[in-house]
Protein backbone atom coordinates (compact mmCIF):
# COMPACT_ATOMS: atom_id res chain seq x y z
CA UNK A 1 0.00 0.00 0.00
CA UNK A 2 2.88 2.73 1.30
CA UNK A 3 4.77 1.58 -1.82
CA UNK A 4 1.95 1.86 -4.53
CA UNK A 5 1.51 5.31 -2.66
CA UNK A 6 4.92 6.16 -3.15
CA UNK A 7 5.17 4.94 -7.06
CA UNK A 8 1.89 7.27 -7.66
CA UNK A 9 4.60 10.10 -5.81
CA UNK A 10 7.19 9.08 -7.75
CA UNK A 11 5.36 8.71 -11.39
CA UNK A 12 4.03 12.70 -10.09
CA UNK A 13 7.18 13.81 -9.04
CA UNK A 14 8.68 12.90 -12.43
CA UNK A 15 6.34 13.72 -14.75
CA UNK A 16 6.54 17.50 -12.93
CA UNK A 17 10.43 17.33 -13.47
CA UNK A 18 9.90 16.47 -17.35
CA UNK A 19 8.11 19.51 -17.40
CA UNK A 20 10.60 21.55 -15.90
CA UNK A 21 13.09 19.99 -18.42
CA UNK A 22 11.07 20.46 -21.46
CA UNK A 23 10.33 24.43 -20.29
CA UNK A 24 14.05 25.02 -19.43
CA UNK A 25 16.25 22.98 -21.16
CA UNK A 26 17.20 25.30 -24.15
CA UNK A 27 17.89 28.20 -21.21
CA UNK A 28 20.28 26.17 -19.68
CA UNK A 29 22.06 24.63 -22.38
CA UNK A 30 22.07 28.28 -23.78
CA UNK A 31 23.97 29.34 -20.90
CA UNK A 32 26.48 26.77 -21.01
CA UNK A 33 27.04 27.26 -24.82
CA UNK A 34 27.21 30.90 -24.78
CA UNK A 35 29.54 30.68 -21.72
CA UNK A 36 31.71 27.94 -23.23
CA UNK A 37 31.20 27.88 -26.79
CA UNK A 38 31.51 23.81 -27.35
CA UNK A 39 28.27 21.93 -27.92
CA UNK A 40 28.84 18.75 -26.22
CA UNK A 41 30.63 20.49 -23.37
CA UNK A 42 27.78 22.39 -22.85
CA UNK A 43 25.41 19.43 -22.85
CA UNK A 44 27.16 17.47 -20.95
CA UNK A 45 26.63 20.15 -18.24
CA UNK A 46 23.15 20.91 -19.02
CA UNK A 47 22.48 17.69 -17.74
CA UNK A 48 24.52 17.95 -14.58
CA UNK A 49 22.67 20.74 -13.80
CA UNK A 50 19.25 18.91 -14.36
CA UNK A 51 20.72 15.83 -12.31
CA UNK A 52 20.82 17.94 -9.56
CA UNK A 53 17.49 19.56 -9.99
CA UNK A 54 16.14 15.98 -10.16
CA UNK A 55 17.84 15.66 -6.18
CA UNK A 56 16.84 18.88 -5.33
CA UNK A 57 13.38 18.71 -6.93
CA UNK A 58 11.20 18.74 -3.95
CA UNK A 59 12.93 21.84 -2.45
CA UNK A 60 11.87 24.40 -5.42
CA UNK A 61 8.12 25.31 -4.85
CA UNK A 62 7.55 27.50 -7.57
CA UNK A 63 7.96 27.78 -11.46
CA UNK A 64 9.99 31.08 -10.60
CA UNK A 65 12.25 29.41 -7.98
CA UNK A 66 13.02 26.47 -10.42
CA UNK A 67 14.47 29.03 -13.23
CA UNK A 68 16.16 30.60 -10.41
CA UNK A 69 17.96 28.04 -9.57
CA UNK A 70 18.67 26.73 -12.77
CA UNK A 71 20.12 29.92 -14.20
CA UNK A 72 22.37 30.07 -11.17
CA UNK A 73 23.41 26.56 -11.08
CA UNK A 74 24.45 26.57 -15.05
CA UNK A 75 26.39 29.71 -14.80
CA UNK A 76 28.46 28.39 -11.47
CA UNK A 77 28.89 24.99 -13.42
CA UNK A 78 29.84 27.13 -16.75
CA UNK A 79 32.80 28.87 -14.33
CA UNK A 80 33.64 26.04 -12.43
CA UNK A 81 34.26 23.75 -15.43
CA UNK A 82 36.15 26.41 -17.36
CA UNK A 83 38.45 26.80 -13.77
CA UNK A 84 38.64 22.97 -13.50
CA UNK A 85 39.25 22.13 -16.79
CA UNK A 86 41.41 24.96 -17.84
CA UNK A 87 39.32 25.09 -20.86
CA UNK A 88 40.14 27.96 -23.09
CA UNK A 89 37.62 27.37 -25.71
CA UNK A 90 38.42 30.58 -27.39
CA UNK A 91 41.40 32.79 -28.13
CA UNK A 92 42.19 35.70 -26.05
CA UNK A 93 40.00 38.55 -26.85
CA UNK A 94 43.05 41.27 -27.55
CA UNK A 95 44.66 37.96 -29.85
CA UNK A 96 41.29 37.79 -31.66
CA UNK A 97 41.80 37.56 -35.48
CA UNK A 98 39.40 40.81 -37.27
CA UNK A 99 36.82 38.85 -39.46
CA UNK A 100 38.11 38.89 -43.25
CA UNK A 101 34.40 40.04 -44.34
CA UNK A 102 32.49 43.03 -44.66
CA UNK A 103 29.92 43.20 -40.98
CA UNK A 104 26.70 44.24 -41.60
CA UNK A 105 23.47 44.17 -39.28
CA UNK A 106 21.70 40.93 -39.25
CA UNK A 107 24.66 39.16 -40.81
CA UNK A 108 25.03 35.53 -39.78
CA UNK A 109 28.63 36.85 -39.32
CA UNK A 110 28.74 39.47 -37.19
CA UNK A 111 26.75 37.25 -34.88
CA UNK A 112 29.54 34.57 -34.88
CA UNK A 113 31.96 36.60 -34.32
CA UNK A 114 29.92 38.48 -31.20
CA UNK A 115 29.70 35.12 -29.71
CA UNK A 116 33.63 34.41 -30.10
CA UNK A 117 34.51 37.32 -28.74
CA UNK A 118 32.26 37.20 -25.79
CA UNK A 119 33.42 33.75 -25.34
CA UNK A 120 36.81 35.36 -25.11
CA UNK A 121 35.88 37.80 -22.26
CA UNK A 122 37.18 36.89 -18.63
CA UNK A 123 34.66 34.55 -17.03
CA UNK A 124 32.39 36.76 -14.86
CA UNK A 125 31.96 39.86 -17.75
CA UNK A 126 31.08 36.66 -19.90
CA UNK A 127 28.56 35.07 -17.53
CA UNK A 128 27.02 38.35 -16.90
CA UNK A 129 27.07 39.27 -20.63
CA UNK A 130 25.13 36.05 -21.14
CA UNK A 131 22.46 36.53 -18.02
CA UNK A 132 21.45 40.50 -19.40
CA UNK A 133 21.75 39.57 -23.30
CA UNK A 134 20.53 35.77 -23.40
CA UNK A 135 18.35 35.86 -20.72
CA UNK A 136 17.04 39.79 -21.05
CA UNK A 137 17.99 39.90 -16.76
CA UNK A 138 18.74 43.20 -15.29
CA UNK A 139 21.96 43.96 -13.35
CA UNK A 140 19.79 43.52 -10.03
CA UNK A 141 18.61 39.98 -10.98
CA UNK A 142 22.33 39.46 -12.13
CA UNK A 143 23.71 40.52 -8.71
CA UNK A 144 21.60 37.65 -6.89
CA UNK A 145 22.42 34.58 -9.05
CA UNK A 146 25.99 35.37 -8.96
CA UNK A 147 25.69 36.46 -5.84
CA UNK A 148 27.86 40.00 -6.36
CA UNK A 149 27.04 43.15 -5.31
CA UNK A 150 24.94 45.37 -8.03
CA UNK A 151 27.90 47.86 -8.93
CA UNK A 152 29.93 44.60 -9.98
CA UNK A 153 27.85 43.47 -11.87
CA UNK A 154 26.97 46.71 -13.72
CA UNK A 155 31.29 47.05 -13.79
CA UNK A 156 31.80 43.89 -15.59
CA UNK A 157 28.61 44.40 -18.13
CA UNK A 158 30.36 48.17 -18.40
CA UNK A 159 33.82 46.97 -19.11
CA UNK A 160 32.47 44.33 -21.39
CA UNK A 161 30.62 45.87 -23.63
CA UNK A 162 33.36 48.79 -24.01
CA UNK A 163 35.86 46.37 -25.11
CA UNK A 164 33.01 44.42 -27.70
CA UNK A 165 32.47 47.86 -29.03
CA UNK A 166 36.03 48.49 -29.81
CA UNK A 167 36.64 45.36 -30.92
CA UNK A 168 33.86 45.47 -33.24
CA UNK A 169 34.24 49.26 -34.33
CA UNK A 170 37.96 48.32 -35.00
CA UNK A 171 37.35 45.62 -37.25
CA UNK A 172 34.37 47.69 -38.88
CA UNK A 173 37.04 50.77 -39.44
CA UNK A 174 39.37 48.45 -40.80
CA UNK A 175 37.11 46.80 -43.18
CA UNK A 176 35.81 50.67 -44.22
CA UNK B 1 18.90 48.83 -25.66
CA UNK B 2 20.94 50.58 -28.53
CA UNK B 3 21.57 48.15 -32.26
CA UNK B 4 24.90 47.28 -30.65
CA UNK B 5 23.01 45.96 -27.57
CA UNK B 6 19.97 44.47 -29.90
CA UNK B 7 23.02 42.57 -31.71
CA UNK B 8 24.77 40.97 -28.85
CA UNK B 9 20.86 40.24 -27.99
CA UNK B 10 20.50 38.59 -31.48
CA UNK B 11 23.67 36.65 -31.37
CA UNK B 12 22.93 35.20 -27.93
CA UNK B 13 19.65 34.33 -28.27
CA UNK B 14 18.75 30.52 -26.99
CA UNK B 15 19.60 27.55 -29.03
CA UNK B 16 18.19 24.47 -28.62
CA UNK B 17 20.13 21.39 -27.48
CA UNK B 18 20.65 18.12 -29.40
CA UNK B 19 16.92 16.41 -29.98
CA UNK B 20 17.65 13.37 -28.11
CA UNK B 21 19.13 15.90 -24.95
CA UNK B 22 15.73 15.33 -23.10
CA UNK B 23 15.68 11.93 -23.21
CA UNK B 24 19.06 10.95 -22.29
CA UNK B 25 18.57 13.44 -19.09
CA UNK B 26 15.06 11.59 -18.33
CA UNK B 27 17.24 8.27 -18.52
CA UNK B 28 19.72 9.33 -16.33
CA UNK B 29 17.55 10.50 -13.75
CA UNK B 30 16.26 6.70 -14.11
CA UNK B 31 19.75 5.63 -13.35
CA UNK B 32 20.07 7.79 -10.47
CA UNK B 33 16.71 6.22 -8.90
CA UNK B 34 17.47 2.93 -9.37
CA UNK B 35 20.76 3.31 -7.38
CA UNK B 36 19.02 5.46 -4.79
CA UNK B 37 15.74 2.96 -4.38
CA UNK B 38 18.72 -0.09 -4.52
CA UNK B 39 20.40 1.69 -1.74
CA UNK B 40 17.38 3.00 0.17
CA UNK B 41 16.46 -0.82 0.23
CA UNK B 42 18.98 -1.49 2.09
CA UNK B 43 17.98 0.07 4.88
CA UNK B 44 13.97 -0.33 4.88
CA UNK B 45 12.18 -2.99 6.67
CA UNK B 46 13.67 -6.48 7.31
CA UNK B 47 16.55 -5.90 5.15
CA UNK B 48 17.42 -3.09 8.07
CA UNK B 49 17.54 -5.55 10.87
CA UNK B 50 19.93 -7.84 8.29
CA UNK B 51 22.18 -4.22 7.55
CA UNK B 52 22.05 -3.56 10.77
CA UNK B 53 23.95 -7.12 12.15
CA UNK B 54 26.00 -7.26 9.13
CA UNK B 55 26.97 -3.87 9.81
CA UNK B 56 27.20 -5.00 13.82
CA UNK B 57 29.30 -7.98 12.85
CA UNK B 58 31.78 -5.99 10.50
CA UNK B 59 32.28 -3.05 13.65
CA UNK B 60 33.22 -5.78 16.11
CA UNK B 61 35.67 -7.82 13.53
CA UNK B 62 37.50 -4.76 12.44
CA UNK B 63 37.40 -3.81 16.06
CA UNK B 64 38.95 -7.86 17.24
CA UNK B 65 41.30 -7.31 14.85
CA UNK B 66 42.42 -3.85 15.75
CA UNK B 67 42.88 -5.49 19.29
CA UNK B 68 44.42 -8.69 18.10
CA UNK B 69 47.07 -6.28 15.92
CA UNK B 70 47.80 -3.99 19.32
CA UNK B 71 48.79 -6.80 21.46
CA UNK B 72 51.09 -8.74 18.74
CA UNK B 73 52.76 -5.07 18.44
CA UNK B 74 52.93 -5.02 22.00
CA UNK B 75 54.21 -8.66 22.41
CA UNK B 76 56.87 -7.64 19.69
CA UNK B 77 57.66 -4.76 20.98
CA UNK B 78 58.36 -6.28 24.35
CA UNK B 79 61.07 -9.46 23.06
CA UNK B 80 62.44 -7.00 21.01
CA UNK B 81 63.42 -4.42 23.99
CA UNK B 82 63.96 -7.97 26.04
CA UNK B 83 66.66 -8.92 23.43
CA UNK B 84 68.03 -5.08 23.68
CA UNK B 85 68.57 -5.75 27.33
CA UNK B 86 69.90 -8.76 27.11
CA UNK B 87 72.81 -7.59 24.83
CA UNK B 88 73.32 -4.65 26.38
CA UNK B 89 74.20 -6.82 29.52
CA UNK B 90 76.76 -8.91 27.63
CA UNK B 91 78.16 -6.09 26.09
CA UNK B 92 78.57 -4.49 29.79
CA UNK B 93 79.83 -7.34 31.06
CA UNK B 94 82.48 -8.43 28.44
CA UNK B 95 83.58 -3.76 29.11
CA UNK B 96 84.24 -4.76 32.73
CA UNK B 97 86.93 -7.99 31.68
CA UNK B 98 88.24 -5.91 29.31
CA UNK B 99 88.67 -3.33 31.48
CA UNK B 100 90.43 -5.65 34.42
CA UNK B 101 92.62 -7.00 32.18
CA UNK B 102 94.06 -3.26 31.12
CA UNK B 103 93.84 -2.11 34.25
CA UNK B 104 96.12 -5.81 35.58
CA UNK B 105 98.44 -5.15 32.52
CA UNK B 106 99.31 -2.04 33.24
CA UNK B 107 100.03 -2.03 37.31
CA UNK B 108 102.30 -5.18 36.04
Known amino acids: ?176 | MNDFEKQIRDALARKEPSPGFEARVLAATRRVEARSSWWNGLFSGRARWASAVVAAVVVIAAVGWRHERDVEERAAGEAAKARLEQALKITSVKLAKIQEKVEAHESN
Open chain 1, 1 to 176: MTEAKGCVVEAGRRSTFAEALRANQAMVFSIAYHFLRDRPAAEELAQDVFLQLYRSFEDLDSDSHITFWLRRAASNRAIDYLRRRKFRAAIALEQAPEPSTAAVEDDPLLNRRLRALIASLPEKQRIAMVLRFQEDLMPEEISKILDMPVRTVKSHLQRALALLREKIGRSMGEIR
